[in-house]
């Protein structure tokens, strides 16, 4: 068995490509899809090369998830052609953002975890991932 060394759970972000959020590099903008994200790292996919080590600063705006500006750096990197996976380690956000980030990703895993063991109606829309769930189980709004 594979034990976890995250800290704190991920959830899965991507919405739209063509809705990105812009990363901030020393003044240069970038624009990037984060395609998951827990209280303190993310996935980044860009299409541009950032190296190791870089510190970057980035707010979301997604639905029910607005923070304010945070920093990170780059721990990692994978290429696929002309597309750059990046992993970033969030160095410092506000208290607040991570532990609303934090609820959504145990809210998240929680229903994946129900679905799994075949509970019926794991959906309610008070769970605080429910604005950016795309999964079947989801309740309609009336």
Avoid at 7 to 20: L, S, T
Avoid at 46 to 62: D, M, Q
Avoid at 109 to 124: A, F, R, S, T
Wanted: hydrophobic share 35%.
């Amino acid at each position: 068995m594979v034990s976890e060394k995250r800290k704190h759970q991920r959830m899965p972000v991507i919405k739209k490509f063509d809705e990105p959020i812009i990363i901030d590099i020393g003044g240069k903008q970038v624009p990037g899809v984060i395609l998951d994200l827990s209280a303190d790292g993310m996935q980044l996919l860009t299409y541009a090369n950032i190296p190791l080590n870089t510190e970057l600063f980035l707010s979301l705006n997604l639905p029910n998830l607005k923070t304010d500006t945070m920093r990170g750096k780059v721990v990692w990197q994978r290429v696929k052609d002309n597309m750059f996976l990046h992993g970033m380690h969030i160095t410092d956000m506000n208290t607040l953002d991570a532990k609303h980030i934090n609820r959504m990703a145990i809210d998240y895993n929680d229903c994946e975890n129900k679905i799994i063991l075949g509970v019926p109606d794991v959906c309610y829309e008070k769970c605080s991932y429910f604005n950016l769930c795309e999964k079947p189980q989801k309740i309609k709004n009336k």
